[in-house]
C-alpha cells in the first residue's frame, strides 16, 4: 500500500512532466506493450506507465514484475515475448540476453544494498553499522534475502556478506549468515516485504529504494560494502558469486562492482516502435527519470555502454559509447 509521501512524489512526477508537455503536439499512439521488468522496479515502472498513459491513453500496458534472472530466462529458456525489459543488474542482459535475444543495453539508475527493517524487528533498537552481523546472526533473530539464481539482489547480497569479511577483518562473517535462516530465501526480494511485515522475520537485505517506497527503516551499510560507489570498482570485483547460467546445466560468475540498471528491447519485442517512445520517455530526466530519484535510486542517464553503435537511432542521446 502507497505511503502517503510515495502518493505525492507520483502525482508531483506525472504533473511535472505533464506540464512540460503542454505545448507539444502529443502523437495518439497506440497499442500494447509488455514489460518485464525487476521487482524493485514495480513502483517506479508502475508510476512511469501511468504517467504516459496520460499523455498516450490508447496505449496499454502489461507489466510481470519478478527476478531479473528469471526476466531474462522467461525469454531465453520459455520463449515469452515482451517490448521491455528492465533489469536490476545492466550485466544480466548482457550476459544472458546479447547478442542472440538482444542487441543493446542502456544503463539508466544506480542503487545500494541496505538492511530493512521495522520499529517491531527484534533488536532493532540497538544494530547499527558496527554490529549488524552479530545481530543477524543471533538465535533470536530471522532475516531474509532473495535466491542469488534468481534474482540480482540474490547475489548482491552475497556479494555484500562477502565484503564485509573484509571490511570488518571479520572471516566468519560469510560462513554464519549464508547457513543461517535459508527456509527464508524468496525468487525476488520484493517477496519478503510481507514476511517482514507479519513479522515472520525481523530484517531484509534489500535495495535502500524499495526501503524508501515502502516507508520502512533500514541500515545504510558502509560504502565499501553496498556497492553503491562507482569508484570503488576495483574492491567491489574481488568478490564474486555463482549463478546459474543461460540454461539450465550452465553457470555464470557475477562478479562485484557498482550496482547498475539496465534496460533493453527484445529483439522478438512484438511492439518495437511503440518500445521505443516509452524508452525515451523513461529515460528523460523530466520523465521517468525524475521518478526514479525520488523513489530512492541515483538516475545515471546518460552512462556508457559497450553496445552503443547498436542502440537505435532515437536512444542514442540517452547513452555514451564505452570505449574497450
Known sequence: MLTNKIKIILLASIALFSCGRKAEKVNPFTGELTIFHAGSLSMPMKAAVDSFKRLHPAVTFKLESAGSVECARKITELGKQCD????????????????????????????????????????????????????????????????PNSDPCGYRTVMTIKLAEKYYLNTTISKTLLGKDIKHIRPKEVDLLAL???????????????????????????????????????????????????????KLTMFGEPMVYGLTIPKNAPNPKLAIEFVKYFLEQ???????????QTPIVPSSTVSYDSIPEPLKGFALKKSL
Open 286 to 296: 523530466n520523465g521517468g527519470q525524475a521518478i526514479i530519484k525520488e523513489m530512492g
Open 84 to 147: 521491455l525489459l528492465a533489469s536490476a543488474d545492466y550485466k544480466v542482459i548482457d550476459k544472458i540476453l546479447i547478442p542472440q535475444y538482444a542487441s543493446w543495453n542502456i544503463p539508466f539508475a544506480g542503487n545500494e544494498m541496505s538492511i530493512v527493517y521495522q520499529e517491531k524487528s527484534r533488536h532493532s533498537a540497538e544494530i547499527n553499522k558496527g554490529n549488524w552481523f552479530e545481530i543477524l546472526a543471533k538465535d533470536d533473530v530471522a532475516f531474509g534475502r532473495s535466491d
Open 196 to 250: 517482514l511485515e507479519s513479522n515472520t522475520i525481523d530484517y531484509i537485505f534489500l535495495y535502500k529504494s524499495v526501503a524508501i517506497q515502502h516507508g520502512l527503516k533500514y541500515l545504510t551499510l558502509p560504502q565499501e560494502i553496498n556497492l553503491s560507489n562507482l569508484t570503488m570498482d576495483s574492491l567491489y570485483k574481488t568478490v564474486s558469486v555463482e549463478v546459474n547460467g543461460k540454461t539450465p546445466d550452465s
